[in-house]
């Protein structure tokens, strides 16, 4: 990227901000080579020279990486996560990529926070020669690189340019979370097995009314089939969010409203919904609701398939307390009223 100013205005959030990367590591003094320090000395690798940063290489028709860092040795190629977990096809197929190249190749993942990758690709001939995996004692439990540890590589550079990208990447939630007890929820499995325990109370409130109810995943919470046609409930944390105009500020809490497919009118009683109320229990604590994003389409879609028909945001920091019972409480608390709420709109209909 020659000139910043000169980006095509119609690129997406990962898009852009892969250029925008590439622009500060090609303009920033030595933050180029530090990068590939970090990535190679937390790996256990030598490291080599840097020479260029280049966003989406045309290396293959098939897969594009968002980034090739160059360097005289050998090549890093890098897949950044931004929002979405990652799925096995993307780095089966960037291995296959790195193996077909003339120069010794490595991949690194970048994520803002959980990434699911299986234990039979990271095991793999072809991951053991050129899958950057963390070895060190830094978020050594997870395996691919975090965005809030790159944050502190540039946050502590001394020119404006790196300055303004760390404001950039704390828009993008990139920023350590700064809390005592859970600021590492997204990198810690351990830390996240103790948030899943805080659940309880909400567990044991639906289960009462003998609705189904169960964790899942690192920290999330499944209610199933509370009303007819409310066919999932999914509540978790979430280190950032597809929504820009939220008051909220990350890391969130989020519920997720899926209605049953055939459940039409409920599903365009969400149209549009756009608005913000507070707990009844505890006015310090903030809701908002947006419409999916796919909003009015999924009305002229047909199908069983559950239709995601809202989303609720909350900030974590107001539920979250190193007093248990004051965050069990708080959980449960948001959890009735954006079922209350979801209630309320879809008997509307």
């Known amino acids: ?6 980006l095509p205005p119609n690129l997406n959030k990962k898009e852009r901000f892969a250029a925008s990367w590439e622009y500060l ?6 933050l180029g080579q530090d990068f590939v320090d970090f990535l190679t000395q937390r790996s256990g690798k030598q490291s080599s020279s840097f020479v260029k940063a280049v966003s989406y290489p045309s290396l293959s028709s098939d897969i594009q990486p968002d980034m090739l860092l160059e360097c005289q040795d050998f090549d890093i190629l890098c897949d950044h996560r931004l929002e979405s977990e990652l799925t096995k096809l993307p780095l089966d197929t960037l291995l296959t990529l790195a193996k077909s190249q ?23 001939d072809s991951a053991k020669r050129h899958y950057l995996k963390p070895y060190d004692d830094v978020n050594s439990s997870m395996s691919y690189f975090c965005w809030q540890d790159v944050y502190a590589l540039v946050a502590q550079k001394q020119e404006r340019l790196a300055h303004e990208f760390a404001e950039y990447m704390h828009f993008m939630d990139m920023q350590p979370w700064q809390h005592s007890r859970w600021g590492d929820l997204f990198l810690n499995p351990n830390v996240a097995k103790s948030f899943s325990q805080q659940w309880v109370k909400t567990i044991n409130y639906f289960q009462e009314m003998t609705i189904d109810v169960k964790t899942s995943g690192y920290s999330a919470l499944e209610i199933i089939y509370p ?15 597809a929504h820009n105009d939220l008051q909220s500020v990350s890391p969130y809490l989020v519920a997720t409203i899926w209605i049953k497919g055939d ?13 913000c109320f507070t707990l009844p229990d505890n006015d ?17 879609k047909t199908g069983s398939r559950p239709k995601l028909a809202a989303t609720y945001y ?15 409480q708080n959980l449960l608390t948001f959890a009735k009223a954006v079922f209350s709420h979801a209630q309320s709109i879809g008997t509307k209909a």
């Not at 003339?102 to 699911?116: E, Q």
């Not at 310090?284 to 002229?300: F, K």
């Not at 909350?314 to 069990?328: C, F, G, I, K, Y």
């Open 227 to 241: 009303l007819p046609w409310l066919q999932l409930l999914y509540i978790h944390a979430a280190r950032s969010v």
């Open 263 to 275: 459940a039409n009118t409920q599903i365009q009683a969400f149209h549009g919904v756009s608005e």
């Open 102 to 124: 003339p120069k010794p190749t490595y991949i690194a993942v970048i994520s803002n926070s959980y990434c699911l990758i299986e234990t039979d690709l990271l095991t793999s």
């Open 1 to 6: 990227m020659s000139n910043i100013f000169l």
């Open 314 to 328: 909350t900030s974590l920091d107001r539920v979250v307390s190193a007093d248990q019972e004051q965050m069990q």
């Open 284 to 300: 310090r604590i903030t809701v908002e609701i947006r419409a999916s994003l796919a909003d009015g389409l999924w009305t002229s």
């Open 25 to 30: 590591l090609e303009n920033v003094q030595y």
